[in-house]
């Protein structure tokens, strides 16, 4: 190659990585995309190509090193420049009203004192080092004076940047350790453990053990692979930089491309922080991420210099820290529940007992290996945790506390159900129902079906499907589509405009995307990625039952377990049965559709605020991508089509004033029927 072409690679290389780089902030520090998906994948992958073939022009803030690197034999240390300070803890607002009183003291000053309330993420600590803008090191916080060095593991995490933005008209800091906590939101640790679960690993028993777990990993591609993100809140020294105090520099870090978090406030004094700290214990169960308080800064840096340090924490800032969410109670005894494709989990059944304010009476076990590595026995006294909206667990026994009365627990050898026969397949973890006529395991299938994961069918939850199925109204999926009003109106809690509205709701899901159908079948392990798969491969649902195993194996991502539970499920005349009644009751597998380009509604962004009549928004958001639109969830230009039902949000006077194409119901009806 000649140098002119050299160069102008080199040139080409650059734009691809500022590319990449905005686009991934744009999905995983704002959450506010602005390509699809495959965009994206198919930037990365040129990138890729282009560096297998000139390794020399790789860099190290290339978005290609974020894949994990070459296995390390042990970590290296790493001095922090600065020491990493831990924090005093408050439990209560008198403790925070104290801090307030020392500070005056120290400082001498009675002028009000403002703050940054920031939650207290329940993670990792971390210092990444930049220089001239580019991420040089990431260490761990260590004994607060010297860290392992973590570099390949940190760069592996999507929300950290490995190049950072020029802050607007300042200079990007020749030197920046910025401060921060790696961690992991709650449905990457459900994740993370159910395959360690399916594995035979050991579970993590919390979110915080899985994050340090993945950072520590000496295989970075193992890191990589764990859905890690990253708040930043702070630096090592702030002088040199463009900022008076805490809240700036939260802005300045945003500018720079960091992840701050979106619940921090500026607090003009000790009562604001207090009413914040209410307001985070507030939502603090809804959030996807774990918080065990919030972190209460001065914002000056003048006051903080001031302040100074003590030995182990900054006089500055305090953590307000949440009640518990673990605590002991007493293992009552062992319940056995069936699931869905007939595996029997133990339940811990506890002596009721408050965690975080929530009271908390029955506790997942997960299965036998489970029971026996924790050692547990009925009458224990068990250390229990809850975090967020995962299902609270029992972490261990107190054995301290034994007094020699407690019982071993049973594995059951017959379905607590249907009294079948149990079985435990070789190199499964989980006993299993093999009864297929197993009414537990009809009713979780059913309401898997109907639920969030299937058909989504509104007003069809948990709930109400175990009170259909307990009427004898339904057995199997057929007979939902044969519920009439009249079924319903006079069961309990039902009147005639609930019932029309869920039969309204039944019917309107008989149009249904074949992998949002395959999906809600709830075949053993054909989750919605695999629907998605099948659909694409198969389009029709006439195809993909006549499917051969070769042809599974066709399909990338479809193994030999998929393959085998497919055919296993397709070959058994009653399911065959039942989709011939579906479709004699008039269900319409919609065949998968083509490329967006050409279909109707391609390139029309549409957005809806109000609720509509005789849609559910899913169901119109549905319509909306089967037609080849796309659905926005936020007021943009980009937006072409504002849909208005009743009652509509502040979304419509914002699209009014935009002068954006506001649509009635009706008017979205005829658009959809073209
Ligand atoms: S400031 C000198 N801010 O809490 C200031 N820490 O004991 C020290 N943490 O492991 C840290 N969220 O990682 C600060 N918004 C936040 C924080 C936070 C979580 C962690 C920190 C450290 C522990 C402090």
Not at 411 to 421: F, I, N, T, V, Y
Not at 546 to 564: C, L, M, N
Not at 579 to 585: F, N, S, T, Y
């Amino acid at each position: 190659m000649n140098m002119s072409d050299l160069e102008q690679l080199k040139a080409h290389l650059w734009d691809l990585r500022n590319n990449l780089n905005f686009h991934s902030h744009r999905y995983y520090v704002l959450d506010d995309p602005v390509i699809s998906d495959q965009e994206y994948d198919r930037l990365f992958q040129e990138l890729i190509d282009i560096e297998a073939r000139y390794p020399d022009l790789v860099t190290p803030d290339s978005p290609s090193q974020r894949v994990g690197s070459t296995l390390l034999s042990k970590f290296q240390s790493v001095g922090h420049t600065y020491p990493m300070l831990s924090l005093e803890n408050g439990f209560s607002d008198s403790d925070l009203l104290g801090f307030e009183e020392r500070i005056r003291r120290f400082l001498k000053i009675f002028t009000t004192i403002s703050y940054v309330a920031e939650p207290k993420l329940d993670g990792l600590a971390v210092e990444i080092v930049y220089e001239h803008g580019i991420m040089v090191t990431g260490s761990t916080r260590g004994d607060g004076r010297v860290g392992e060095d973590i570099t390949n593991n940190l760069k592996t995490v999507s929300s950290i940047p490995l190049k950072l933005f020029s802050p607007g008209d300042w200079p990007v800091p020749e030197r920046l350790e910025v401060r921060g906590e790696v961690f992991i939101g709650f449905k990457g640790f459900k994740k993370l453990n159910e395959q360690r679960l399916a594995d035979r690993e050991n579970l993590f028993a919390n979110p915080r053990n899985a994050a340090a777990g993945s950072l520590r990993q000496l295989d970075s591609r193992i890191t990589a692979g764990r859905q890690l993100d990253f708040f930043v809140y702070g630096v090592s020294d702030p002088s040199s930089l463009p900022c008076r105090n805490q809240d700036e520099l939260l802005k300045y870090l945003g500018m720079l491309g960091f992840k701050t978090n979106p619940l921090t406030a500026l607090c003009d004094d000790m009562n604001q922080v207090i009413a914040h700290f209410d307001r985070l214990g507030d939502i603090r169960s809804d959030l996807a991420y774990d918080i065990d308080g919030m972190v209460i800064k001065v914002s000056s840096f003048e006051l903080q210099t001031r302040l100074g340090s003590k030995a182990r924490s900054p006089r500055w800032a305090i953590a307000r820290k949440f009640p518990a969410s673990q605590t002991t109670t007493r293992l009552l005894s062992v319940e056995f529940g069936v699931g869905r494709t007939g595996a029997v989990t133990p339940v811990a059944i506890l002596e009721p007992v408050s965690i975080g304010g929530v009271t908390v009476s029955r506790a997942t076990l997960h299965n036998e290996d489970e029971i026996n590595r924790k050692d547990l026995h009925i009458g224990d006294m068990v250390l229990v945790q809850r975090a967020g909206d995962v299902i609270p667990e029992v972490i261990k026994p107190m054995f301290d506390l034994r007094k020699g009365d407690e019982q071993p627990i049973l594995m059951p050898e017959r379905c607590p159900e249907c009294g079948h026969e149990l079985v435990r397949p070789v190199g499964e973890a989980v006993i299993r129902c093999p009864n297929s006529l197993c009414p537990a395991q009809r009713l979780r299938s059913l309401i898997h079906y109907t639920g969030k994961a299937g058909m989504d069918i509104e007003g069809l939850g948990k709930k109400v499907m175990g009170q259909l199925a307990s009427e004898g109204l339904i057995k199997d999926i057929p007979d939902i589509y044969e519920l009439k009003p009249s079924d319903l109106v006079g069961l309990e809690g039902w009147a005639e405009k609930s019932a029309d509205n869920v039969v309204k709701a039944i019917q309107n899901s008989m149009k249904i995307s074949l992998s949002k159908f395959i999906a809600a079948l709830g075949i053993r392990y054909v989750g919605e990625v695999t629907a998605r798969l099948l659909e694409e491969h198969f389009n029709t649902l006439d195809f993909l039952m006549k499917a051969s195993e070769a042809d599974f194996y066709e399909i990338e991502g479809v193994g030999e377990q998929v393959t085998g539970s497919l055919i296993k499920y397709f070959d058994d005349p009653s399911v065959r049965e039942m989709i011939v009644r579906l479709m004699v009751l008039g269900m319409e597998i919609i065949p998968s559709a083509p490329a967006a380009e050409g279909l109707p509604l391609a390139g029309r962004v549409f957005l809806f605020t109000g609720s509509l009549k005789s849609f559910s928004r899913s169901e119109a958001k549905v319509r909306v991508k089967e037609l080849g639109g796309h659905v926005a969830s936020s007021i943009s230009k980009k937006v072409t089509h504002v849909v208005c039902g009743q009652k509509p949000g502040s979304k419509a006077r914002k699209a009014l004033e935009m002068g954006l194409e506001i649509f009635s119901e009706e008017e979205f009806e005829l658009v959809l029927s073209g």
